[in-house]
């Protein structure tokens, strides 16, 4: 009898800092926008995981990029420059033969993030720095589960998008309106649910627990992404952990933001 691993693997990657231009914006929908980083300085960039995050140092308004310095105690910035604000986002697409990185951005009117991408013009500079690492899941389960708000969509479609044909896997995704869900093109045998938020505030409702609830899931071994807003994101865990039988070890749940909290990611 063959013993199949299914341990998710951690890999290291360089720690590197990278000053990109903006090449171009698009949205994918109204509270969506594509923003396409380029440069000579993405060469040997490396994203093995869809659960990988970049930094991204976003500059006061009005100001170009600050570039920080890397040293052995870790980044530090010039002390006649304010400070960047940092935030984490996922590498969703990285096109090496054109050295193009795309990253995916939520318009919701406010914080450092959201602002500067709502401003984006190709010829803007920004400076990112990592993937830091990256978990690879083995091809070894059963089924995929994947559940998450607007902010995981592109954790969540690029997972979509690499799966191979093979795999099974149910994603659930909220998001505001039937105006925001995207078109993902993937080749396994997918089920998507989107679920609406209709006006209900984000990261204050139980729409998403409710629909997981709601459905008939495929028997065997699965492996569970989860992320959204952290309490939300709790409560998904616990149903599937303790009402659903999953393995714990095999549920990987990420608060990607905090309900009032600033800049806040929290594993579960």
């Not at 309106?177 to 990261?203: C, F, L, P, Y």
Request: negative net charge.
């Amino acid at each position: 009898m063959t013993l199949i691993n299914k341990t998710p693997q951690r890999i290291r990657h360089e720690t590197r800092l990278r000053l990109l231009d903006v090449q171009d914006v698009k949205h994918l929908t109204p509270r969506m926008v594509r923003v396409t980083l380029a440069g000579d300085q993405l060469e040997g960039f490396v994203s093995a995981g869809y659960g990988d995050h970049i930094k991204i140092f976003f500059p006061p308004a009005g100001s170009g990029p600050i570039v920080p310095v890397l040293g052995p105690d870790g980044i530090s910035f010039p002390e006649d420059t304010p400070r960047p604000e940092m935030r984490d986002y996922t590498p969703r697409n990285y096109h090496a033969a054109s050295k193009t990185l795309d990253v995916d951005f939520v318009l919701h009117g406010d914080g450092p993030a959201s602002t500067w991408a709502a401003q984006a013009k190709p010829g803007q500079q920004i400076v990112i720095g990592g993937p830091r690492g990256s978990m690879i899941i083995p091809d070894a389960y059963d089924w995929y589960f994947l559940a998450g708000d607007e902010t995981a969509l592109p954790a969540i479609g690029r997972r979509l998008e690499e799966l191979p044909a093979t795999a099974r896997v149910v994603a659930v995704i909220e998001v505001e309106d039937k105006a925001e869900e995207q078109e993902i093109k993937t080749s396994a045998n997918a089920g998507i649910v989107w679920v609406h938020r209709n006006g209900a505030e984000a990261g204050n409702n139980d729409l998403l627990l409710r629909t997981i609830e709601s459905l008939t899931l495929p028997e065997g071994d699965c492996y569970a992404f989860i992320a959204c807003e952290s309490s939300i994101s709790k409560s998904i865990r616990t149903h599937l952990v303790e009402q659903r039988g999953f393995n714990g070890e095999w549920v990987k749940a990420a608060g990607y933001w905090l309900r009032g909290v600033a800049d806040a990611h929290e594993p579960h």
